[in-house]
Nanobody, 124 residues
Framework: QVQLVESGGGLVQAGGSLRLSCAAS????????MGWFRQAPGKGRELIAA????????YYADSAKGRFTISRDNAKNTVYLQMNSLKPEDTARYYC?????????????????WGQGTQVTVSS
């Protein structure tokens, strides 16, 4: 069992940056693959970035490539999403998710644990 708490969202102007954090409870964080998803009003939950358990392998959606970076600090039980060059279309609620697995997964229904989300709003 793991509990996830996101933080770092907020209101930012287009072109700005935000760093989201997701703190996990438990002592086996290094055994969990992690994903960052987002959901805008009226849209489905979209995978933005994922990391395998060690952090040595990552995935990015096309919308995130070159702008977002996922990283993790297993000693601090925390995964991060650095978001640069933000656009109004990045406005959404951002969620971190975990699955007890070495490898990351791409579908939201493949993750077992979810945080409550943090809102990111990008103004034009």
């Amino acid at each position: 069992q793991v509990q996830l708490v996101e933080s770092g969202g907020g209101l930012v102007q287009a072109g700005g940056s935000l760093r989201l954090s997701c703190a996990a409870s438990g002592r086996t964080f290094s055994s969990y693959a992690m994903g960052w998803f987002r959901q805008a009003p009226g849209k489905g939950r979209e995978l933005i970035a994922a990391s395998n358990a060690s952090g040595g392998s990552t995935y990015y959606a096309d919308s995130a490539k070159g702008r977002f970076t996922i990283s993790r600090d297993n000693a601090k039980n925390t995964v991060y999403l650095q978001m640069n060059s933000l656009k109004p279309e990045d406005t959404a609620r951002y969620y971190c998710a975990a699955r007890y697995s070495g490898s990351y997964y791409l579908r939201f229904d493949e993750y077992d644990y979810w945080g409550q989300g943090t809102q990111v709003t990008v103004s034009s």
